[in-house]
């Protein structure tokens, strides 16, 4: 392809990008502004390229084999934090465990369940994140979505939101966000901040070849009321090993890259996992990561 848009870089690795550290795309750019975001995706369709965004890329696998598109990340005025009375409005670059740190700082409560989020404001929406009865969907005003079309601005029943998803997809792009927090002391929203941190560390496994949670808690009622989690380490996960990636043998929920794990070690420990949880408790756990490139479908099964 030649007559690239200024500042789209081919071949570009991103494994210092995700946390399990692998893969590379074909095309990559830094947008720092929506207008820029837009030229993009403009581009991008008109030339049929899929479009992928990679934010903390802490729940994020990419093919061995590269993503065949452009991978776009958030830069500039698109990971800004600003705030007016109990709004605080950033980019959907800007880290959600930041943002939940700068809110305690201004005194206000209702981000400090993202604290343990470990990604971006724009990938926490597209997810619909939650964690320790926190949900993003719950303090979300406004989110502009950039498309190859232009920008929208939309509220939140426009993402028709459930359980870990919302309807952003393709070549959609979530650039901003705006919430709307309560004010409280600041000692005390800092404080829960601490105490959520200190729960996370407790339960979960840390450093930067891990992933987040990898499956989603099922609401089965075989299950029980357990979680991902512990079905996998009734099932025997606890620990697993496939190649380089493991469960964690804190936090079952959770791989790790053991140094030199490839997409296909991570693919084939996900699938064992399922297959386990599975045959046992017979429920079909589905996975929270997001795949850029193509995997193994065998083995991956539908993709998110």
């Not at 802490?58 to 061995?64: E, G, H, K, M, T």
């Not at 829960?192 to 200190?198: F, I, M, T, V």
């Not at 959770?254 to 949880?277: M, P």
Request: glycine share 12%.
């Amino acid at each position: 392809m030649t007559n690239l848009p200024e500042g789209v870089q081919r071949d570009h690795p991103l494994a210092r990008l995700t946390t399990v550290r692998c893969g590379a795309a074909d095309y990559f750019a830094r947008p720092a502004g929506n207008a820029r975001t837009v030229e993009l995706l403009a581009w991008a369709e008109a030339e049929g390229l899929a479009v992928g965004v990679i934010g903390s890329g802490s729940n994020l696998l990419v093919a061995d084999i590269g993503f065949r598109g452009l991978v776009l990340k958030l830069d500039g005025h698109l990971t800004e934090i600003s705030f007016e009375g109990p709004h605080v409005q950033c980019g959907g670059g800007a880290r959600l465990p930041r943002v939940a740190a700068r809110s305690a700082e201004a005194g206000l409560a209702g981000l400090e369940f993202g604290v343990n989020i470990p990604g971006t404001v724009g990938g926490a929406i597209r997810m619909n994140a939650n964690a320790y009865g926190g949900e993003l969907a719950d303090v979300l005003e406004w989110a502009e979505v950039a498309t190859p079309e232009g920008v929208e601005r939309r509220v939140p029943a426009d993402f028709e939101f459930s359980y870990r998803h919302s309807n952003v997809a393709g070549r959609q792009v979530v650039t901003r966000a705006r919430f709307a927090l309560a004010q409280s002391d600041a000692a005390a929203v800092k404080a829960r901040l601490a105490e959520l941190r200190d729960r996370r560390r407790a339960a979960q496994p840390s450093g930067i070849k891990t992933f987040g949670s990898t499956f989603k808690n099922p609401d089965d009622p075989r299950a029980e009321g357990r979680t991902a989690g512990q079905l996998l380490e009734a099932a025997g996960c606890k620990g697993l090993q496939r190649g380089g990636a493991r469960f964690s043998p804190k936090h079952a929920n959770f791989v790790e890259n053991r140094g030199d794990a490839t997409t296909q070690d991570v693919i084939e420990l996900i699938a064992e996992g399922r297959r386990r949880v599975r045959e046992e408790f017979g429920i079909e756990l589905e996975t929270e990561v997001q795949v850029l490139g193509d995997v193994d479908e065998r083995l991956w099964g539908s993709r998110i």
